[in-house]
């Protein structure tokens, strides 16, 4: 009986929610043209009203910004404007007849990555664009660029699928060129391979131009004879449903907080679960009870989208009764009361080490980005190295270095939430940065003492 209630209630919830959530990420190098294509997706699936982008279109005239005017819809704050460059992740959300979608437009320059890992941590497709002009794409692609890193991050952070959209294939220097397109994609796969994408079914190649819309919702036709295959849109909308555990624990990390008339509001994506108004609730590791009194989705202008519901894969934003937005931080989780997200600040994890000069020994510090959360951590022990089967060492190893796959324990500097990648790989898996750049990506195996400290929390959380 209780298992055909279950079923009822999950069916319910699913017709509630018929269209599809997904969050695509545009990752790729500074200046691929990530904004213009986002700009145009608004364009053409009728998100942006015309009078709006014609007003865009003369301040980007006035600003000498000309061919900008597309990425301002995403781009808002002036000073992403003045520069032409994305620096938080900007939002942006779209519908087609099969599924609902939300961009998250990621920023390609180096100095802004962390803002692009708490964008990675919320996606489950990554659209990696590429510019195909001359010197573009070898700037992007070569040491230094971004384009390595972010496929590496996006990997990391749970994109299984990679779309590459290779743009500005209008370019003068292109000219929809089939070597130019054929160069790209051969060295692109190559890399793809070696981060862990399987290139026959993990990875979609599409010619595109971002400025122009040619190959966006359209397929290219004439201006690309040689390509036959499907749009942009069109390979989104056919790519397959993603799993979501509608009925399991509830997780939501928070990403943002704020007041609005003396209620705590917080944003974030709902990982696993579902939530109801009126629902009671424990956000972790503070133990803060609270009551969700409004539920909202993504058109945050509209105060008649208040919803009832909300289920594993959707983005919201919550107002909470019975807690001060001041004692909720990013990075901590919105969770069941029966079933609360683990907290400690010891684990055990595997890693794989990228990009490090020397070697890492017992005692290493570094940064640790895992879902919306950032903690410095230190590798307390080196447990085991793990050879190319995936067989551990039987002795510890007395360091590590570049291109190594090991065990280690980590310690962190607060209480932190997180769960074993085994049973949620949202809030299993991470990446460590140390000096500006991505040193490790990692899985989460065991959690040491968990919930051990969680009175202690709310003292050191800031």
């Known amino acids: 009986r209780v298992a055909e209630e279950v079923d009822a209630e999950e069916e319910l919830m699913l017709d509630e929610h018929f269209k599809e959530h997904l969050n695509v990420i545009f990752i790729g190098h500074v200046d691929a043209g990530k904004s213009t294509l986002g700009g145009q997706i608004l364009n ?9 982008l014609e007003k865009y279109e003369r301040e980007a005239k006035e600003a000498g910004r000309e061919s900008w005017y597309l990425s301002w819809a995403l781009d808002t704050n002036q000073e992403e404007r003045a520069k032409g460059k994305t620096v938080e992740c900007g939002r942006a959300y779209f519908e087609t007849t099969k599924r609902r979608y939300t961009i998250l437009d990621a920023p390609g320059h180096k100095n802004y990555v962390p803002h692009m890992l708490s964008g990675a941590a919320q996606a489950d497709i990554g659209v990696l664009i590429i510019s195909a002009r001359k010197g573009e794409f070898e700037t992007g692609f070569e040491r230094g660029g971004q384009t390595r890193e972010h496929a590496i991050l996006a990997k ?27 160069e790209i994609t051969s060295k692109l796969t190559a890399f793809l391979k070696s981060t862990g994408y399987n290139p026959k079914t993990d990875i979609t190649y599409i010619p595109i131009s971002g400025y122009t819309g040619a190959g966006v919702k359209d397929r290219v036709g004439s201006a690309c004879p040689w390509f ?27 990403s943002e907080k704020h007041s609005e008339q003396g209620t705590a509001v917080i944003s974030g994506k709902i990982e ?19 009551e969700v009194v409004g539920i909202f989705g993504e058109d945050e202008n509209n105060a008649e989208n208040e919803k009832q519901s909300a289920v594993c894969g959707d983005n919201v934003r919550l107002r ?18 029966k079933n609360p997200c683990h907290t400690t600040r010891a684990f ?24 919306t959360a950032v903690a410095e951590v230190t590798m307390t022990k080196l447990l085991h190295t793990l050879n190319q089967t995936g067989q551990k060492s039987r002795a510890p190893p007395p360091f590590v270095k570049q291109k190594d796959a090991c065990i280690v324990r980590i310690v962190t500097n607060k209480p932190i939430c997180i769960e074993r990648y085994a049973d949620y790989a949202q809030l299993g898996r991470f990446t460590l940065r140390d000096e500006g750049k991505t040193i490790a990506i990692g899985k989460i195996l065991r959690l040491a003492n968990p919930n051990a400290a969680p009175a202690a929390a709310n003292a050191s959380a800031n």
């Not at 053409?44 to 709006?52: A, W």
């Not at 779309?163 to 929809?176: G, Y």
């Not at 595997?350 to 895992?370: E, P, Y």
């Open 320 to 337: 909470l009764r019975g807690v001060d937005d001041e004692a909720i931080f990013p990075g901590y989780v919105l969770t069941d009361i």
């Open 228 to 254: 036959t295959g499907a749009s942009l849109l069109e390979t989104l909308d056919g790519l397959q449903a993603i799993e979501r555990r509608i009925n399991g624990p509830l997780r939501i990390p928070i």
């Open 156 to 182: 990391t952070a749970g994109v299984r699928h990679l779309v590459v959209a290779i743009n500005k294939m209008d370019d003068k220097t292109v000219e929809w060129s089939k070597e130019r397109y054929d």
């Open 44 to 52: 053409v699936t009728g998100m942006v009203d015309k009078r709006t």
């Open 272 to 290: 696993s679960g579902n939530v109801r108004l009126n629902q009671k609730v424990i956000i972790m590791p503070g133990k803060l009870t609270c």
């Open 348 to 371: 055990d994890a595997q890693l794989r080490i990228l990009d490090v000069k020397n070697i890492i020994t017992a005692g290493f510090n570094s940064v640790m980005h895992v879902h």
